[in-house]
Nanobody, 125 residues
Framework: QVQLVESGGGLVQAGGSLRLSCAASGSIFNINAMGWYRQAPGKAREGISTISSSGLTTNYADSVKGRFTVSRDSAKKTVYLQMNNLKPEDTADYYC??????????????????WGKGTLVTVSS
């Protein structure tokens, strides 16, 4: 069984930074892609970043490109999302997800088989 636990959310002013962490349990973390999604109140879930199992391939949604950076530490079984220059429109619950394969897309939630419970990020103006 795999469990994903996000942390690092909170309240920050516009222009500030936060680093989200996603700690995974289970033995197959290192061969799976990981993804970050977010869902703002009243809006659909949005895929914002993926990282391949090797960590060599990353992808970002246009809405966060240039501001967010995804990384992973295989030894710690943890994926990170560094978020800089945060904007009020970044306010959302942020979720990490484990991909079924070594690569994953941001557009298809069916690429993922386990999800964390989320961490709330609130950006004030």
């Amino acid at each position: 069984q795999v469990q994903l636990v996000e942390s690092g959310g909170g309240l920050v002013q516009a222009g500030g930074s936060l680093r989200l962490s996603c700690a995974a349990s289970g033995s197959i973390f290192n061969i799976n892609a990981m993804g970050w999604y977010r869902q703002a109140p009243g809006k659909a879930r949005e895929g914002i970043s993926t990282i391949s199992s090797s960590g060599l391939t990353t992808n970002y949604a246009d809405s966060v490109k240039g501001r967010f950076t995804v990384s992973r530490d295989s030894a710690k079984k943890t994926v990170y999302l560094q978020m800089n220059n945060l904007k009020p429109e970044d306010t959302a619950d942020y979720y990490c997800a484990k991909g079924k394969w070594t690569q994953a897309t941001m557009t298809n939630p069916n690429d993922y088989d386990y999800w964390g419970k989320g961490t709330l990020v609130t950006v004030s103006s």
